[in-house]
């Protein structure tokens, strides 16, 4: 903005007090002015799954934290369930309040393309974090390679049952997400011939509906040798898995959240993968940054990595997830 000369009254000629008071008013509106030249702070919206479901907590706590660290404000929103029509509702609301970026975890990633396209065509940056909608004009994901997860999982499994047992999986149909894991771990799964999987419940994202699922199909499958879930359901309840009998059934599941770490120790569970939680706000919330500043990510996938955990790293994980939780890397 070009620069005002300075009035000075020594210099100016005499006026009447009405146009005095017009000269104060017109002054006190070009302060007004020069005040809202101020940048305006950048409003990013990040939207989960459901504000349920406890692993995205974590990401929130590292969305504010890069959004203390960048100097921007980031809006928290979700359905209280995993309610794909409510959360295509959310996003919705953000696009007409035109803010300045969405980064959101897809329920249903192809229910939300036609909005996060209309987004993007607006003007608007959409990245995806944690489950993706790889058909949309989403700019970039961050999170892991689901498809390496579910191998992982399925890995796992197959070595702490040597090769063969009769197995169930547990999944939540239409997240791009866990379909991927579910196709990594029966991928894995598949190399072993002595491995048969029994059924896959889909547990509809529900850490409640999985308690009752597991109990009905232990008492099914009397004999199962073993357990995979390409999600936490199982684990993020303390009671999910009473049913299974840990001497003869093995466990394995996705992330490592408490009480994770607890059943991992108690030996209800006995292989865990985990994910970089924090990160699933604080990247999304810098690449969002980035964008607006007219750098466009060079890559589509920003892939994490994952985390292993079995008893004997758990330690070692713990004392790194207190340095996560710190903010340190």
């Not at 960048?70 to 295509?88: F, M, N, P, S, Y």
């Not at 108690?266 to 865990?272: D, R, Y």
Request: charged letters at 25%; one cysteine or more.
């Amino acid at each position: 903005m070009s620069r005002r000369p300075a009035f000075s009254l020594s210099r100016a000629p005499a006026i009447s007090s009405s146009a005095a008071l017009l000269l104060i008013a017109a002054l006190t509106l070009l302060g007004c002015d020069r005040a809202t030249d101020q940048p305006r702070r950048l409003r990013f919206a990040i939207i989960p799954k459901a504000v349920q479901i406890p692993v995205f907590e974590y990401a929130r706590i590292g969305a504010e934290r890069a959004a203390r660290e960048l100097g921007v404000e980031v809006i928290w929103r979700g359905a209280e369930t995993t309610d794909e029509i409510r959360q295509k509702e959310i996003l919705e609301s953000f696009i007409s309040q035109r803010v300045d970026g969405i980064a959101i975890s897809c329920l249903n990633g192809d229910l939300l393309t036609d909005a996060i396209n209309r987004a993007v065509d607006s003007g608007i940056p959409v990245v995806t974090w944690d489950s993706d909608a790889p058909k949309s004009k989403r700019l970039a994901f961050y999170g892991v390679n689901d498809v390496e997860g579910g191998r992982a999982l399925g890995e796992g499994l197959a070595k702490l049952l040597g090769g063969k047992g009769r197995v169930a999986l547990i999944t939540s149909l239409g997240a791009d997400n866990l379909q991927k894991r579910l196709e990594g771990a029966q991928a894995a799964l598949a190399q072993y011939p002595g491995i048969e999987i029994v059924e896959t419940f889909d547990v509809r994202d529900d850490a409640v509906r999985v308690a009752e699922v597991i109990a009905s199909a232990t008492q099914r499958y009397p004999d199962l040798d073993g357990w995979l879930s390409v999600g936490g359901w199982p684990v993020f309840v303390r009671n999910a898995l009473d049913p299974v009998d840990s001497t003869r059934t093995n466990v394995v599941a996705f992330d490592t959240i408490p009480p994770a770490p607890d059943l991992l120790r108690a030996g209800k569970v006995q292989l865990l993968v985990g994910q970089k939680y924090f990160g699933w706000g604080e990247e999304s919330v810098k690449l969002l940054k980035q964008i607006t500043d007219g750098q466009r990510p060079k890559e589509v996938y920003h892939y994490s990595g994952i985390d292993v955990v079995t008893r004997d790293n758990l330690d070692a994980y713990l004392a790194q997830w207190k340095r996560w939780e710190r903010g340190d890397s």
